[in-house]
């Protein structure tokens, strides 16, 4: 029996020492995809998104040796594979329409590890610790063009990776969201130059005070700002307006044929009418009713809105709608759809509605990339007039609601995948835009994970501009947002309505008047860095 038992014992440590060998001969950078990919993820509701602080210090020590462009960019290639993946979390598998939703992330993919390209030339001329330095803002930098090219959905990984943590990211109303891609990429490269000089000696008391003084001077002066803009932000004087979105849950093909469309309006317009009755059976009175994106398909249908100006003028309610139509006012030879947000008022004629086109389309599904050049080119098949694609509007527009008791409030209504772009929602609070109500349509995905993903977005445009929103998304999350970034109320069923008060503010953030600013000085500091050592070595 004892000699079992030795046996037995011999074999348990054999396979720990398997798996101890597994783990010492697992790529460096693959452990980092591993940390960074489980980041983003939720695991009984723990926010893991910390472990982004040090995820890349395994992916450095892979690429620190590497003395060839494909030798150094392909363990980064294939980090940002994994780590997409994980981060993705499957949704890539569950979409409509998979295959126009998997060209899409490829091309994400590959625009992801292009700022390690961009880093290989510094780190060939000045060293690899020497270049670590302005990494923080290379990344920072190729995040903000990458927003600008037309080929992508402008969704930044690095700078989206902190979004659950509202507490230290409110220095993003001045700097923008790309000042969060340097913060946590200057948190691995100073973890990581200590780990080099500590190898020998991690669990030394020295090696833990270093980590943690690193720790206090990335995480204190955050804190710190948040807490003095918390106290500033209270004491301003509050005014506030009745808001209403409807949530619903409708499948991304209920609209496919014309008697869908019907049943989809008929549907919206019932769950209206019940929360308008149960609000007047109480007494009170919301200053604005909320249909989702393009939750009128069919803008053009003349019985719609006869049909529509019935209810509004029963509800007494303006009502804001998404939908998609051709403008009344294009060319003959113009027939593309623009995807609108349209305020309904009783007593205001069709044509005298107020409307904001989306200005910033989605690649693929609305418009096709870079088409303005491409079309130019003999014999291509798609022309810019194309009617199988939407046409954007050329700068953003404000709608002005009459409140209940009087008040002209100004709303800025960015649409979908607008959230991503902060331009957009900068210039509509520098127009006067007092809070936003974000129309969004996220039946793509049905997992729980990507809906997340996209409503922890519209919390970093509140913190940039200090504005509320009303979040009212089709098979997404519909939520009210302080401009704190805090989630105030969220919907918790598929279908149904969240009426509350959504703060205005009048505050231009630093950021809105000058959202390049950050861009400009990360140009500035790595221009700087590469003259001083240019210099430098001149002299030895």
């Not at 930044?156 to 109303?173: G, Y």
Request: glycine share 4%.
């Amino acid at each position: 029996m004892k000699k079992k038992h030795i046996l037995k014992n011999s074999q348990t440590v054999k396979k720990n020492n398997s798996y101890f060998k597994l783990i010492c001969k697992t790529p460096n950078w693959l452990i980092s995809a591993i940390l960074y990919g489980f980041s983003w993820n939720m695991f009984f509701d723990v926010n893991l998104s910390f472990i982004a602080w040090f995820a890349f210090i395994p992916l450095f020590i892979s690429l620190e040796n590497k003395n060839t462009f494909w030798s150094f960019y392909k363990p980064a290639l294939f980090f940002s594979l994994v780590a997409y993946f994980i981060i993705c979390n499957g949704f890539l598998l569950v979409p409509q329409k998979v295959l126009l939703v998997f060209a899409g992330a490829l091309d994400e993919l590959l625009m992801s590890s292009i700022s390690f390209a961009l880093f290989y030339p510094f780190k060939k001329k000045f060293g690899f610790d020497k270049s670590l330095i302005i990494f923080p803002f290379i990344i920072a930098l190729w995040e903000w063009i990458y927003q600008w090219l037309d080929n992508t959905s402008g969704y930044l990984m690095l700078s989206h990776s902190q979004c659950q943590n509202i507490w230290i990211i409110q220095f993003i109303d001045i700097f923008g969201v790309w000042s969060i891609a340097s913060w946590v990429m200057a948190f691995n490269v100073l973890l990581f130059f200590q780990f080099k000089k500590n190898q020998k000696k991690l669990f030394s008391f020295s090696f833990i005070k270093k980590i943690s003084f690193i720790c206090c001077i990335m995480i204190l002066p955050p804190l710190i700002y948040m807490q003095i803009r918390y106290m500033q932000i209270s004491k301003q004087p509050k005014q506030e307006i009745n808001i209403t979105l409807i949530n619903t849950n409708f499948s991304l093909f209920a609209s496919d044929t014309y008697n869908g469309y019907i049943s989809k309006i008929e549907r919206l317009t019932y769950i209206t009418d019940s929360i308008d009755f149960e609000l007047k059976n109480r007494g009170a009175k919301s200053d604005l009713y909320v249909w989702h994106e393009a939750a009128v398909d069919h803008g053009n249908d003349k019985m719609f809105y006869g049909f529509i100006d019935t209810a509004v003028t029963d509800w007494k309610t303006p009502l804001l709608v998404g939908m998609q139509m051709i403008p009344y006012d294009a060319p003959s030879n113009d027939r593309r759809r623009v995807n609108r947000a349209t305020l309904i008022q009783r007593g205001i004629s069709q044509i005298e509605y107020q409307y904001y086109d989306k200005v910033h389309l989605s690649p693929g599904y609305e418009k096709i990339p870079y088409l303005n050049f491409l079309s130019k080119i003999p014999f291509f098949p798609i022309s810019i007039n194309d009617s199988g694609y939407y046409k954007a509007a050329k700068h953003i527009q404000l709608i002005e609601l009459k409140t209940q008791d009087g008040r002209k409030i100004k709303l800025g209504t960015p649409i979908c995948v607008e959230q991503n772009y902060p331009a957009i929602w900068s210039d509509m609070a520098v127009a006067g835009a007092e809070c936003f109500v974000q129309l969004s349509y996220e039946a793509w995905w049905p997992t729980k994970y990507f809906q997340k993903q996209m409503a922890n977005i519209t919390r970093l445009r509140c913190i940039e501009t200090r504005r509320s929103v009303g979040r009212c998304s089709n098979g997404g999350i519909t939520e009210f947002i302080d401009s704190y970034g805090s989630i105030k109320l969220q919907a918790e069923t598929p279908e149904g309505s969240l009426t509350t008060q959504l703060s205005l503010n009048n505050e231009i953030t630093f950021f809105s008047k000058y959202y390049w600013n950050y861009p400009v000085l990360c140009l500035l500091f790595i221009a700087f860095f590469c003259a001083f050592q240019l210099f430098f070595k001149m002299k030895t």
